[in-house]
């Protein structure tokens, strides 16, 4: 079996490679047929790069040790589950994983542009065949999954603990996707570039894939900060470690570009901007490969220095110069005909936004990477930690919280003073009486006053949105309430899911804002029978007990949690394990989560004869709608994507007549009364 | 190609705004990031400077306390991996020039703390040549795999 996944891995790299040949001679001597091949090519591609992925799967789950990967990240008493996950629990298994999702997306895209878009589909195609042999030229030459041991081991290395949770088995596939789905949108950006068709058939054809990568970036960050939060035991879920950052760069960019194509469809400006934004977006997931790879940043994490680097960089490198060639090569054509009328516009809030979200990437990319410039520079490695990003991103999060409010409501090219006081007039006076509020509850610090103020100014404007939509269906079509605000979902599902979306994001940013700000902790070492207080808590410390299986021990403290008057609310169990194969503790947090704040008790340690125990407790306000913010993005991103009539029949138009006058190109989402 | 002031004039007051953010940032948060070895040679410029010390637990010299919450332990150099032979035990003996202790109040032990393991000390030097550390952290074990880890 692993011979035949190492044979299929062959086989693909010369498919992949003779996908990009047959596409461009088809094109160039106007040969359909080697078109189709190409095509057919890269469907056999994926199905190799299928077959691979089984043969390591059937290994890991077969406990095959001659493999060094499967003796390197798996073991016999390894949950079934977790023998799954192991597949991108290390380097080469990783990189399978990924390229198995690229030439998986490659072949739906393949699939979809069989008939449309002749011109800029299989350039596009060329393009993400090259993507996937740079990945197969590593699982071939560089970094190779199926590598025999010399001699087998009777018992593999097991994964890393830390790994073997339930968030762990879904983030890497999640921001994988993400990461992954993103080349798609950025290929076709680059066919346009090369073939010089530069309207905004490439955004149309590739949205869905936009939205999709933009949905598993967001999940995958959610996942990661959720699996933080409950594995590693330190009370927060963001550290804005280079790894952290590397995931979360890509996701600030893309929502920019999900935001500035919409500009594109309706004005017909920012063309430049949107080709370099996907290219920007593509590019940050190589290099966040890279700096998670190459070991130049250092982490936490200490990454596995495995020489995959250097190849990392050099392709990078190749793209971004290519890609910047290419614009510069399509400049004349990428000129936008006008400046916006006015700074009291839509286009002009999202050109903001836009920058505000590229700003913060901007920021984070330079917190990641000044240890390497100022050792460039200044012969010193100097680092920028957590304060940093705070105090960068925090006032830009503001302003860019500011613009949701202000984008959605505010009219196309231009405003009136009127309008904007109808419009603005019942936000404002929310937001502000919310920040008297926060103040008349004793809150004083001037970023708090200010965010809770803009989080209701924002929720305001949504009403507002949702109750024009309502009321001018009520009057057209005479629905009742209810009826009315689901057809207006329905029958505008982009552009309501994206108002659903921004109220998640306001609702993790109101979380965010209050665990941040709010959180308090105790350290304590304490015997059985002991107390001690957080907050209105108080905790008293029940005793240990200890377990021992196959797979590791387990030492569970049972701590009593009462209320200030005496009530018992709970009893919490936090424990420590120590794994046996590597050996290694871990942690096992237990939280108490309520809407107004996460009782989170950790372990932090037994003595030796096992009669006290050192607690460390968090008190954390508000953290709980971080989740619930992220569940209404993900509820906000399925509206958006669910399929809806009107909109495939103007795709199937513009596709069709190949250049529809742009009066007719409006969205179908703009139908919705109240925005222009 | 028509000029367009207002896109201009925006832009740059954003991208101002966060030039300076930046800026006044990393005048305010930066700590130096040094290894022992560094830390030794230039001891007598760091005076009350922030520092990230990357190090190495030297064997049988971590102490816990934990009804004070008190950590010491004395860091080595982490030796060159090139120079490593790939069946080295976990620790390793380091020149005995480069050393500091480390002192740690009020947080819990980490985890992964052991002798030989790699960790990043947070805190600044005293003139006792002792660190006294605001936080402990440990690197996770080398087969660890960061695009998992978050």
Known sequence: ?676 | MRVRPRFYFGGALIALAVAYLIFSAVRSTSEYYLTVAEVNARQAELGSQALRVAGRVKDGTISWEPNSLTLKFVIVPIPDPAAASPVQAVSIKAPADASFGVICVGQPKPDMLAPGRDVIVEGKLGADGVITATQVMTSCPSKYQPKQSQ
């Open chain 1, 1 to 676: 079996m692993p011979e035949l996944g190492k044979l299929a891995l062959a086989i693909a790299l010369v498919l992949a490679i003779y996908s990009i040949v047959a596409n461009i001679y088809g094109l160039r001597r106007n040969q359909p047929d080697f078109v189709v091949s190409a095509r057919h090519a890269l469907w056999s591609m994926c199905a190799m790069v299928t077959i691979a992925v089984v043969a390591l799967w059937t290994a890991l789950l077969r406990s095959d040790f001659s493999l060094e990967y499967v003796a390197a990240y798996s073991s016999t008493t390894l949950p079934t589950v977790y023998k799954i996950t192991s597949l991108w629990g290390g380097q080469q298994g990783s990189l399978l994983f990924w390229t198995w999702l690229l030439s998986i997306f490659t072949s739906i895209a393949a699939f979809q542009n069989r008939r449309r878009n002749p011109e800029i589909a299989p350039y596009a195609l060329a393009v993400l065949a090259g993507v996937a042999i740079f990945f197969l030229g590593m699982l071939n030459f560089v970094t190779r999954p199926f590598d025999f041991l010399a001699v087998v081991p009777p018992e593999g290395a097991d994964l890393n603990p830390l790994l073997q949770n339930y968030w762990m088995a879904i983030h890497p596939p999640s921001l994988y996707t993400g990461y992954v789905s993103a080349t798609v949108p950025f290929a076709f950006g680059a066919a346009a570039l090369i073939t010089g068709k530069l309207d905004d058939a490439w955004i149309r054809s590739t949205r869905r894939w936009a939205i999709f990568s933009w949905f598993f970036l967001t999940l995958g960050n959610m996942f990661g900060a959720r699996w933080a939060y409950e594995v590693l035991g330190w009370g927060g879920y963001w550290a804005w470690d280079p790894v952290e950052n590397a995931a979360f760069m890509p996701w600030l960019v893309m929502t920019a570009y999900l935001h500035s194509v919409m500009i594109q469809e309706r004005k017909d400006m920012l063309k430049i901007w949107n080709l370099s934004l996907i290219g920007l977006a593509f590019g940050l997931t190589l290099f966040g490969t890279f700096i998670t790879r190459s070991g130049v940043i250092s982490s936490v994490h200490s990454f596995t220095q495995s020489g995959l680097g250097p190849y990392f960089l050099t392709f990078l490198i190749i793209v971004t110069l290519a890609y910047i060639a290419l614009l510069i090569f399509r400049s004349n054509q990428l000129r936008s005909p006008a400046d916006f009328e006015s700074y009291l516009s839509r286009e002009a809030a999202f050109l903001f936004n836009n920058l505000f979200l590229v700003g913060i990437a901007f920021a984070v990319f330079w917190g990641t990477i000044f240890p390497v410039l100022s050792e460039a520079v200044r012969g010193v490695k100097i680092t920028v930690g957590p304060p940093f990003f705070n105090r960068v991103n925090g006032p830009l999060a503001l302003g860019l919280v500011f613009l949701m409010g202000v984008g959605p409501l505010i009219a196309w090219r231009r405003t009136t003073a009127d309008n904007l006081l109808k419009s603005f007039a019942a936000p404002i006076i929310l937001g502000v009486s919310s920040g008297v509020v926060a103040a008349a509850m004793g809150i004083r610090q001037w970023y708090v006053i200010t965010a809770l103020s803009l989080a209701a100014f924002v929720m305001g404007t949504i009403i507002v949105e949702f109750r024009r939509g309502m009321n001018a269906r009520r009057h057209m079509v005479s629905e009742p309430r209810a009826k009315a605000l689901v057809n207006l979902v329905a029958k505008n599902n982009r552009r309501y899911g994206g108002y659903v979306i921004h109220v998640g994001v306001i609702v993790a940013f109101v979380g965010i804002v209050g665990s941040s700000f709010f959180r308090t902790d105790v350290k304590k070492s304490v015997h059985p029978g002991d107390s001690f207080t957080i907050g209105s808590f108080t905790l008293r410390f029940l005793g240990l007990k200890q377990v021992e299986t196959a797979h590791l021990e387990t030492a569970t403290a049972r701590v009593e949690v009462l209320r200030a008057d005496g009530r018992e609310i709970t009893v919490m169990e936090p424990s420590k394990l120590f794994y046996k194969r590597p050996q290694q503790p871990a942690t096992k947090v237990a939280i108490r989560s309520t809407p107004f704040a996460d009782l989170y008790v950790v372990l932090a340690g037994i003595d030796d004869v096992g009669e006290s125990a050192t607690f460390e407790v968090f008190l954390t306000p508000l953290v709980f709608w971080l989740w619930a913010g992220g569940l209404l993005m993900v509820l906000g991103t399925v509206i958006v994507m669910w399929p809806n009539v009107r909109e495939r029949a103007a795709i199937a138009v513009v596709l069709s007549g190949a250049g529809a006058p742009a009066g007719d190109r409006a969205p179908a989402s703009d139908a919705a009364p109240g925005g222009d």
